[in-house]
């Protein structure tokens, strides 16, 4: 049994999966992984199962109805993994924009360092983005620099999306009452873990674009988060 679970979500990563499974099972530290799979028509889905016949009892699968929002995807994966008892639960992407090899960070700095939560970070020293087109890297930083700004949250990464996270904190998040499902999600996780004064700590890590599948970027994902973060600040959203 391992004390840390790395919840990656798909939706067509037929071409990246057995990948990143075998890429994140290789790592010195003993990961589990759940796929929480958005009924994927490229048979993403199918084929982890044949490939959880290679890692039983590390490898699963959730497969949900349709595709419902990455916020949604995580959510209930963090609820599956509280269930099972796991002291460290991770997100990370299937596309390889977060390397694997970085996992031993985010999970140390948690286990070994004190930090509550950890986030695998572009900005904190610099921005560290490989192969984006500079119209995204620039919408990218300065949507974080905008968080910082209109929230205080004390995050250069504030849309990150590879983050390690005790399982005190996701107990304590009412996982039921989050809002958002873009990248607004990674967002307001992040705002409610800094309210209720949990100890967040940001890791220096690169950031490498897809080279293969198409990616989820949206209009309306990037207008939830420009958005949202005025809610929060408003509202101050429930804990």
């Given at each position: ?84 008892g796991y002291d460290y639960i991770i997100e990370m ?130 207008s939830e988060a420009l958005f949202g973060v005025i ?9």
């Open positions: 049994m391992s004390d840390a679970l790395v919840i990656i979500p798909t939706y067509n990563e037929k071409e990246n999966i057995e990948a990143i499974i075998e890429a994140t099972f290789s790592q010195k530290k003993t990961f589990h992984i759940l796929i929480v799979d958005d009924n994927s028509p490229d048979g993403t889905g199918s084929l982890v199962q044949l490939l959880m016949e290679k890692f039983p009892n590390q490898l699963f699968l959730e497969s949900r109805a349709k595709k419902n929002g990455l916020g949604k995807a995580y959510i209930h994966g963090f609820k599956w993994a509280l269930k099972r992407d299937a596309d390889f924009s977060h390397n694997p090899k970085d996992l031993i960070l985010l999970y140390e700095e948690c286990k070994k360092d004190g930090a509550d939560v950890t986030i695998g970070s572009r900005y904190s020293k610099g921005v560290n983005v490989v192969n984006w087109p500079m119209k995204r890297v620039l919408l990218s930083y300065f949507a974080s620099r905008y968080v910082r700004l209109i929230t205080r949250l004390p995050v250069f990464d504030a849309t990150a999306g590879f983050v390690c996270w005790r399982k005190e904190v996701l107990e304590t998040i009412k996982l039921d009452k989050i809002k958002f499902v873009g990248y607004a999600f990674q967002i307001e996780m992040k705002f409610k873990a800094w309210k209720h004064k949990f100890n967040i700590k940001e890791v220096s890590v690169i950031f490498t674009d897809r080279t293969l599948g198409e990616s989820k970027m949206s209009s309306n994902i990037i809610k929060m600040k408003l509202k101050g959203l429930p804990k």
